[in-house]
């Protein structure tokens, strides 16, 4: 779960999620604290940085900014982990990952509802997830706000909002 530590880190909770189950021993407040690049107020550029704190009044982040900080994480421990960004895929590529072993961290909203912005083009209702399945009509998701309860939607509901917040994703392949 992404709380009590995390309250706005869902995508490091999520890139957590999927490090582990590829056998990464991986703490989110370790990754928050000390690989995830942030930038300070909410002026920066979500796909490159998180915008201001995980931990308090953070905002998002998207799939580079977690490919990033797989790779600081890769310099500062030598590892060498391996990771695909997704974003702009079909959902029938994502599909094929989790054949391929590789749950994926996706970009949808709370509860699947229709995406909100602000004024100033920042979304409101973002929320990141781990995409753990899937069959012919849903998909099995593991939300960091419900810790590891796994929680199914209808297959539609899903790739509706994903596409709608911009078809984000990433995994990590080994």
């Not at 490090?19 to 107020?41: F, I, Q, R, T």
């Not at 391929?100 to 709370?110: D, F, K, M, S």
């Amino acid at each position: 779960m992404q709380n009590p530590e995390l309250p706005n880190g869902c995508e490091i909770t999520s890139l957590s999620i999927v490090l582990n189950y590829k056998g990464y021993a991986v703490d989110k407040c370790d990754m928050s604290d000390n690989y995830l690049p942030k930038w300070p107020d909410l002026s920066g550029d979500p796909e490159n940085y998180y915008l201001r704190e995980p931990r308090s009044n953070g905002f998002y982040c998207f799939a580079t900014c977690l490919c990033t900080t797989i790779d600081n994480y890769n310099a500062a421990n030598g590892t060498s982990i391996q990771y695909k960004n997704l974003t702009g895929l079909s959902a029938t590529d994502l599909y094929a990952e989790i054949d391929a072993g590789n749950p994926i961290v996706v970009w949808g909203t709370l509860k699947w509802k229709t995406p909100r912005a602000y004024s100033n083009g920042l979304y409101r209702n973002l929320h990141c997830m781990v995409l753990a399945g899937y069959t012919d009509t849903t998909v099995t998701i593991i939300d960091t706000i419900y810790g590891d309860k796994l929680k199914t939607i209808s297959r539609s509901t899903f790739e509706t909002v994903w596409t709608q917040m911009g078809s984000r994703a990433m995994t990590v392949t080994q």
